[in-house]
């Protein structure tokens, strides 16, 4: 091999080893995937739910939570599951509260693709043992959930961070829950409301989160408002990198307050999020 060529090649692999090392860089500088609680466009869902779901598919929205006792929106679960393969989007989670899960509802969500089951809340508990119980009802939903494949989870408000009379009930409920069965996502506007450093809480629990919703605060002070991802107080550049570090595995848009209106909230929302470097 003359001096040339083996100079060429030598060039080359330095150039691909710092293309890799570029992409490698952007890759976990972005979101390459992000998804929604379809809680966000409630006020229209309903009346067209294939329509709007193509909606967000079209703004950019791979993956979709859903809500309500019906989180297949009037379709069989096989027929949901189809109907998302083809707009390209994966139902990977339903809220569901606790009055509403059981085996059969389940099993349901198992048939229609869905990975996780999440209770989107309890309410402030009185006590230490009250949070205690409900890490056990979590306990019992997780065991049905596994037989199914799929994990059960809670997913926060403000008041699982507040600190009353000495006590943090999502520190219990986390502390009480075994990994293995009970996994956890992380409301990022809410913790932030209730005046948590989410980014320290994920160093130190960030295993238990798999998922996670993006919302924005518009003001903390006197009442919590929303607004768009664009325009709030968050810095979810630093909020991303953490979580992302932590090991969260989907991240969901959802927004309850708007400036205009939902469908518009949304696509400022995915615009935001495809163009966030962290």
């Not at 500088?29 to 998804?35: A, D, E, H, N, P």
């Not at 927004?255 to 939902?262: A, L, M, R, S, V």
Request: charge should be neutral.
């Amino acid at each position: 091999m003359n001096i040339n060529r083996r100079k060429f090649l030598q060039q080359s692999a330095s150039l691909a080893a710092l293309a890799f090392m570029t992409n490698d860089l952007q890759a976990k500088g972005t979101l390459k995937q992000f998804g929604c609680q379809l809680y966000s466009i409630r006020d229209v869902l309903p009346n067209d739910p294939k329509n709007y779901m193509k909606q967000l598919a079209d703004m950019g929205y791979k993956y979709f939570e859903s809500y309500s006792k019906d989180p297949f929106w009037g379709m069989a679960p096989k027929d949901a599951k189809m109907f998302l393969d083809d707009i390209g989007v994966n139902m990977v989670s339903t809220h569901l509260g606790l009055g509403d899960t059981n085996e059969e509802m389940i099993a349901k969500c198992a048939e229609g693709g869905l990975k996780y089951v999440i209770c989107p809340g309890i309410g402030m508990q009185p006590s230490a043992a009250a949070w205690k119980q409900k890490a056990e009802t979590f306990t019992k939903n997780g065991e049905i959930c596994k037989k199914y494949g799929l994990r059960y989870g809670y997913h926060n408000h403000a008041y699982s961070f507040q600190n009353a009379n000495g006590i943090k009930g999502q520190r219990i409920l986390l502390e009480n829950t075994d990994p293995s069965i009970v996994c956890f996502e992380l409301d990022m506007c809410w913790s932030e409301a209730a005046g948590e450093n989410s980014i320290e809480h994920l160093k130190q629990y960030g295993n238990r989160y798999e998922l996670c919703h993006i919302k924005q605060l518009a003001t903390k002070d006197p009442k919590p408002q929303q607004t768009d991802l664009a325009s709030g107080i968050i810095d979810y550049k630093g909020l991303l990198r953490a979580a992302k570090d932590s090991g969260i595995k989907y991240f969901l848009v959802e927004q309850e307050q708007y400036p205009i209106g939902p469908i518009e909230s949304m696509k400022s929302d995915a615009i935001y999020l495809k163009d966030l470097k962290f």
